[in-house]
């Protein structure tokens, strides 16, 4: 999450109010036969959209704002979802493992997670992957250049139906562009030799605009397509009014489709949907 001056003066009044998650009006998107459908979204800790997280609510509190959560991947029946900000177990979230109480409540039986942030006692929240098919293999990291909080990422090569399939999600740092930008770099290293075909989900907490866009760092060094990245609209992060959630995806995947999810209230961010064809 990235959150602008103007945002903390205009936004504010609204952001306080707290609210939980809600469900849009309307059934899911059909897809084609073949297509295989991903989902991003930055759980923004299990909150919805109250404003701060350090104020402890009691578990249930985040179950319910978690179960609509799992009615909107249950609607729109994505094969893999993508989730940063997302709890493995904190004292001011409810003290459970947000990740796998969602993966049970939207049928999703494949589970990838990486705790960025563990203060034993207190903090254990990060990068997660779920999906259906098999999971072939897994893994995560921090970033060695970091921020405030720490960000890193999650990547798993999964078996769906007869397609084999790498998918990262990731998070970047939302308070430095500099930070921003070596991490971009890192991951882009990292991710060198990954097999294809290939997505990359998560929060940027970036545009793709700008001289030094680690979306587009990301997505040149590793010969990824981002749908319409110079629109602007819709917003994936609206208080702050910008598109901050990106999906990128290797040549030899068809980019059917994408959608953000304007009329769901999940978090602070919306999810972002695409459909995508094996080539």
């Known amino acids: 999450m990235t959150?602008?001056?103007r945002t903390l003066l205009h936004g504010l009044p609204a952001l306080a109010l707290g609210c939980g998650a809600r469900i849009g009006r309307g059934p899911g998107r059909r897809r084609e036969d073949g297509v295989l459908r991903v989902l991003t979204l930055n759980l923004a800790h299990g909150r919805a959209r109250a404003w701060t997280q350090s104020r402890a609510?009691?578990?249930?509190?985040?179950?319910n704002?978690?179960?609509v959560v799992a009615r909107v991947l249950e609607r729109e029946a994505p094969d893999v979802v993508a989730l940063q900000e997302a709890e493995l177990g904190s004292r001011w979230a409810g003290m459970f493992d947000h990740v796998a109480y969602l993966a049970e409540r939207a049928k999703l039986r494949v589970i990838a997670a990486t705790p960025h942030v563990v203060a034993r006692g207190r903090f254990r929240y990060g990068t997660a992957l779920l999906g259906i098919g098999d999971?072939?293999?897994t893994g995560g990291d921090d970033f060695r250049t970091q921020g405030r909080w720490d960000k890193g990422y999650t990547w798993a090569r999964l078996r769906i139906g007869t397609v084999e399939l790498t998918v990262v999600s990731l998070h970047l740092d939302f308070m430095s562009a500099a930070v921003r930008d070596a991490q971009a770099e890192e991951l882009a290293a990292h991710l060198a030799d990954a097999k294809r075909p290939f997505v990359v989900l998560g929060d940027f907490n970036a545009t793709w605009h700008g001289p030094n866009s680690p979306v587009q760092t990301v997505a040149r060094r590793l010969g990824l397509a981002a749908s319409e990245p110079d629109r602007r609209r819709p917003h994936t992060f609206?208080?702050?009014?910008r598109?901050?959630?990106w999906?990128?995806?290797?040549?030899d995947l068809e980019l059917v489709e994408q959608r953000v999810l304007v009329d769901d209230r999940l978090s602070d961010h919306r999810a972002v949907i695409a459909d995508l064809r094996p080539a």
């Open 135 to 137: 999971a072939l293999e």
């Open 57 to 63: 609510r009691k578990a249930g509190w985040y179950r």
């Open 243 to 245: 598109r901050l959630d």
């Open 247 to 251: 999906i990128l995806v290797s040549p």
């Open 238 to 241: 609206p208080f702050g009014r």
């Open 65 to 67: 704002n978690l179960d």
């Open 3 to 5: 959150i602008s001056r």
